[in-house]
């Protein structure tokens, strides 16, 4: 099983709070990713970085923003939440290099905003 | 911005019968990854495939890389029904340590 955790599961919001979602890993992986994934659709990437202090905006434009000050925190924040942020946010981790590059998935935070 | 296309989008089986379903990148990858996810779950890795005209093989799972580089393939032989699920190539970009990861196959299997 994967060493990745995000929090919250579930969580749901009224328009305009911000929120942080949260990701912690402990394989030390350097590269880490947030993806966008509506019900049954493909995954989106929005943010990725590949160390401390790295981070590169995915090809999916988003209004929300990461930090990576530590290997195993990259958190994703939303200053004031809407309605089309409403989706489910996958956070992943991989080890460095091309030869080990499968990335573990945590199990998702499924925002709703009302 | 770089794309990784796959089709088809469904595929609806009967037991026992084959699934195919392949995956072209709009650029050159450095490696091909599949990925498995259940409904409800998150995408679960199923294999890496490095080399040009690369063919790994995983029980009734057979993996191809092609010799471009830039398209791939997942044949399942004889489909089960707990093979149901979305299936999703994902390419890591030339130069890059973007995943960029394909529209994804959902498979569904009538028993």
């Known amino acids: 099983e994967a060493d990745i955790y995000q929090t919250p599961r579930y969580l749901v919001i009224g328009t305009g709070k911000k929120i942080t979602l949260e990701c912690s890993q402990t394989?030390?992986?350097?590269?880490m990713y947030w993806y966008q994934q509506d019900p049954g659709m493909e995954l989106h990437l929005i943010h990725y970085s590949y160390g401390v202090n790295s981070t590169e905006k995915g090809d999916l434009s988003s209004e929300s923003t990461v930090s990576r000050i530590r290997t195993e925190h990259f958190p994703l924040t939303l200053e004031s939440a809407r309605p089309s942020h409403t989706s489910q946010y996958l956070c992943a981790s991989s080890d460095r290099g091309l030869l080990n590059t499968e990335a573990f998935f945590g199990q998702g935070t499924r925002l709703t905003v009302v | 911005g770089q794309q990784v296309m796959q089709i088809p989008q469904y595929q609806h089986v009967q037991e026992g019968e084959d699934f195919t379903t392949y995956c072209n990148s709009s650029?050159?990858?450095?490696?091909i990854q599949w990925y498995k996810q259940r409904p409800g779950g998150h995408p679960v890795f199923l294999i890496q495939l490095v080399k040009s005209g690369e063919v790994k093989k995983q029980k009734r799972l057979t993996f191809q890389f092609g010799e471009a580089k830039k398209n791939s393939s997942l044949h399942i032989t004889a489909t089960q029904t707990t093979d149901v699920g979305t299936y999703f190539c994902a390419g890591l970009m030339d130069s890059s340590y973007k995943l960029i990861f394909g529209s994804g196959t959902r498979l569904l299997v009538r028993p």
């Open positions: 394989m030390g992986h350097d590269k």
């Open positions: 650029t050159t990858l450095s490696n």
